[in-house]
């Protein structure tokens, strides 16, 4: 298996510019989660889905920022409009059981 | 009571020694307990992980040490290596299956020849 894809891998935008992440799930795999990860907070959980349906948005911080699940294999985290504070490594993760396999991230920079 | 603390936030060891790294609990519904490795450019991967029931799990040169009464539980890499450098976070989650995980804060090892 190719493991969790994500992109881009990195992403260079201006503030106030919208940015979409996107993220492909081992197959099979009935869980999604969105990290966020810096130097300040560490390892954040944003969301997590199952089965297509967001479980968890507890850990988005504001209403800039969205996630959907269109389908199994598919999901995206979108920051409208982008503040450089966003500037982070974006990790997605999926699971069938206990253990979430991680995707590369996706490094934002918010100019 | 939902935080998993964790220490050191750095750790420099020789080769060949031992790394121990610390995290500790307040929520006692916490019953899966696993650490994760991430190298510079990676994401996290599951190393090893341990259930309440067990007071240690060995896995290689990888062991889990686990306090129930303290709410606490550590990592212990013998004989270190330059290969284990790398960022360690401890973690915890509530119920069976997937679930939230929480991370500890995460420990930055370096190990050096």
């Known amino acids: 298996d190719a493991g969790v894809i994500q992109s881009p891998r990195h992403e260079v935008t201006e503030m106030g510019q919208e940015v979409t992440l996107r993220c492909k799930p081992i197959s099979g795999h009935d869980y999604l989660f969105w990290y966020r990860q810096t130097m300040m907070r560490g390892l954040e959980l944003l969301i997590y889905f199952n089965n297509n349906v967001p479980i968890d948005d507890s850990g988005m911080p504001e209403d800039r920022f969205s996630a959907k699940m269109p389908n199994a294999s598919f999901s995206t985290l979108k920051i409208q409009p982008s503040e450089p504070r966003d500037s982070a490594v974006y990790f997605c993760a999926s699971s069938r059981t206990d253990e979430q396999y991680f995707g590369p991230g996706t490094r934002l920079t918010v100019t | ?113």
């Not at chain 2, 031992?18 to 929520?27: D, P, T």
């Not at chain 2, 029931?53 to 212990?76: C, W």
Request: proline share 6%; aromatic share 12%.
């Open chain 2, 1 to 113: 009571q939902q935080q998993v603390k964790q220490s050191p936030q750095s750790l420099i060891v020789q080769k060949g020694g031992i790394s121990i790294i610390n995290c500790a609990y307040e929520n006692t519904a916490f019953d899966y307990f696993p650490w994760y490795q991430q190298f510079p450019g990676k994401g996290p991967a599951l190393l090893i992980a341990i259930r309440p029931d067990v007071s240690e799990k060995k896995e290689g040169r990888f062991t889990i040490s686990f306090n129930k009464s303290a709410k606490q539980f550590s990592l212990h890499i013998m004989d270190s290596q330059p290969g284990d450098s790398a960022t360690y976070f401890c973690a915890a989650s509530l119920g069976s299956s997937a679930s939230k995980i929480i991370f500890g804060s995460g420990t930055r090892l370096s190990i050096r020849p």
